[in-house]
């Protein structure tokens, strides 16, 4: 496994002035915004982001995978690398996510996830829990307004909450996605009220996104800059923008 995630980022490794970035899937929306900003303050730091679900990146990253910045989707993914040694300091908040509630089908999404229990909704597209955050509060949702037993069926399991867009787009009938990805350039179409509804708060924990630097770029003052830009209030107001809170 070491072999294969070593081979795979070698090249990334050995380039003076890159800077390489694992991000949560929920991040996709605000990144290209995130660049631009960091590359007018640091225009000779190229970045490389990847994005994707939390665990596998944890995962990813504890077999040696050379990434130097950590953007998880919660606090535990990136306070667990600090424990266990791969981080270099205990994880800072750099956001707040949303769960909304979505569909480019026409449902009523006024119901609420209620909606969800109707014969008309075939298939529910969530994270999957095991790895994703945002899963793991769409589950709590469901747990919370007393209907997974009713839906559980009707659940299919995407690999990113990225990816569980795009089932819901595509294929599913409803989808529980990040709400920072209804305010991207690429879903501009779809209309809060009538595709997409913010799921109330009080049924899902916090979902504080955690941000760490890694052991590998310990004394990399690249790391360092991008890490600072993402605290930083000039950054906030991105994060806000798309919809999260701060």
Not at 57 to 63: E, G, L, M, S, V
Not at 83 to 88: D, L, P
Not at 145 to 161: F, H, Q, V, W, Y
Not at 203 to 209: A, G, H, K, V
């Amino acid at each position: 496994m070491k072999k294969l995630i070593f081979a795979l980022f070698f090249v990334l490794g050995l380039n003076a002035g890159e800077l390489n970035v694992a991000a949560a899937a929920n991040v996709t929306y605000p990144i290209e915004d995130i660049k631009a900003e960091f590359a007018k303050l640091h225009p000779d730091i190229q970045l490389n982001v990847s994005l994707g679900a939390s665990g596998n990146f944890a995962a990813q990253i504890r077999n040696g995978a050379p990434f130097d910045v950590f953007l998880a989707a919660n606090m535990k993914y990136a306070d667990d690398l600090f424990k266990e040694g791969f981080a270099v300091e205990a994880a800072k908040i750099y956001a707040n996510g949303k769960l909304a509630l979505f569909s480019a089908r026409d449902f009523d999404l006024s119901k609420g996830l209620e909606i969800l229990k109707d014969d008309k909704v075939k298939t529910i597209a969530i994270a999957n829990p095991k790895t994703a955050p945002y899963g793991v509060a769409s589950m709590q949702a469901f747990e919370k307004t007393g209907i997974l037993n009713d839906i559980k069926p009707k659940i299919i399991e995407a690999k990113s909450i990225g990816d569980a867009l795009n089932q819901a787009i595509n294929a599913s009938d409803v989808g529980l996605v990040a709400a920072s990805s209804m305010f991207s350039k690429k879903t501009a179409e779809y209309k809060e009220g009538k595709n997409f509804v913010l799921v109330d708060k009080s049924l899902y924990d916090p979902i504080s996104q955690g941000i760490v630097i890694l052991k590998k770029a310990e004394k990399n003052a690249d790391a360092k800059a991008f890490y600072d830009f993402i605290l930083s209030d000039k950054c906030k107001e991105i994060f806000r923008k798309y919809g999260y809170e701060i």
